[in-house]
């Protein structure tokens, strides 16, 4: 599939110079970029994803947990809450 993109003639410079430093094709640069970007940004949801998860988890558990360390050093010191997966 074949895309293209406007870039401006300052980047499209910058772009000739590093690919010409580099001993590659200006495709070859803006390719490995798009690359790097995509790669990046998938992990970057990727760690979204599993933060809200896990804040998801501990809004339905962690509850139990403030109970129980509530309860550390009164009279009526609560169980150990099971642990949740």
């Keep these: 599939m074949a895309t293209s ?3 401006d003639g300052d ?3 910058r772009i000739q ?3 010409s430093q580099r001993q590659r094709s200006s495709h070859c640069v803006m ?3 798009i690359i790097q970007y995509v ?3 998938e992990a970057r949801e990727s760690f979204k994803q599993e933060a809200l998860a896990s804040c ?3 809004q339905e558990t962690g509850q ?3 109970s129980w360390l509530g309860s550390w050093g009164t009279g009526a010191e609560a169980e150990l809450p ?3 997966d």
């Design 39 to 41: 790669e990046r940004e």
């Design 5 to 7: 993109i406007k870039i």
């Design 64 to 66: 139990e947990a403030r």
């Design 17 to 19: 110079h590093l690919a």
């Design 56 to 58: 998801a988890a501990y």
């Design 82 to 84: 099971k642990c949740h």
């Design 31 to 33: 390719r490995e970029a």
């Design 11 to 13: 980047l499209k410079s």
